[in-house]
T-cell receptor, first 115, second 114 residues
Framework: AQKVTQAQTEISVVEKEDVTLDCVYE???????LFWYKQPPSGELVFLIR????DEQNEISGRYSWNFQKSTSSFNFTITASQVVDSAVYFC????????????WGAGTKLIIKP | ETGVTQSPTHLIKTRGQQVTLRCSSQ?????VSWYQQALGQGPQFIFQ???????GRGNFPPRFSGLQFPNYSSELNVNALELDDSALYLC?????????????FGPGTRLLVL
């Protein structure tokens, strides 16, 4: 069965430190998509990135970068030079063809950036 | 801002009552998905509507039902409320109806069942 594991329940770092959020997924499908969403205290889920299973190229967007490795079934998210505004809960999610692309979510990682 | 709106923002009900939550999708989006997020957990998929038809359902009982209207807005109805229904209910829209497309979320409705 498909599954997403975010082993880090909570991470606390001091501002300007780099931080990596881990995501490990399980799927038997060859066609699938991986997502990261940010959920600030207001509750709205903010889309950050989507990758498909055929594109393992890593991506960088400003201070954010993502490392997709099919060999280890991981899709990790790194924030460089963290800022207080990065404090939020971050969710990794998986959708696969055989499940009609329903989003399967990890439990989330609460990131606390201290000034 | 995603353009997805939900109402009401907060709601308090008692056990056994019925509730209707509303969602307006982003302009041009014809697919709406609903999720339940209990405190401290990830969202759980309830169901999805595409062009007014249910297009997939998660592991929720039939007392959770929905509708999608011709303008692609949607409602989530929950009958016979239980205490465990207390959660944040999130609506997401996507286009062009392909389930694999990225879903954009509204701010959610916080439901408290007493």
């Amino acid at each position: 069965a498909q599954k997403v594991t975010q082993a880090q329940t909570e991470i606390s770092v001091v501002e300007k430190e780099d931080v990596t959020l881990d995501c490990v997924y399980e799927t038997r499908d060859t066609t699938y998509y991986l997502f990261w969403y940010k959920q600030p205290p207001s509750g709205e889920l903010v889309f950050l990135i989507r990758r498909n299973s055929f594109d393992e190229q890593n991506e960088i967007s400003g201070r954010y970068s993502w490392n997709f490795q099919k060999s280890t079934s991981s899709f990790n998210f790194t924030i460089t030079a963290s800022q207080v505004v990065d404090s939020a809960v971050y969710f990794c999610a998986l959708s696969e063809a055989r499940s009609n692309y329903q989003l399967i979510w990890g439990a989330g990682t609460k990131l606390i950036i201290k000034p | 801002e995603t353009g997805v709106t939900q109402s009401p923002t907060h709601l308090i009900k008692t056990r056994g009552q019925q509730v209707t939550l509303r969602c307006s999708s982003q302009s041009g989006h014809n697919t709406v998905s609903w999720y339940q997020q209990a405190l401290g957990q990830g969202p759980q998929f309830i169901f999805q509507y595409y062009r007014e038809e249910e297009n997939g359902r998660g592991n929720f009982p039939p007392r959770f039902s929905g509708l999608q209207f011709p303008n692609y807005s949607s409602e989530l109805n929950v009958n016979a409320l239980e205490l465990d229904d207390s959660a944040l209910y999130l609506c997401a829209s996507s286009y062009p109806g392909l389930a694999k497309e990225t879903q954009y979320f509204g701010p959610g409705t916080r439901l408290l069942v007493l």
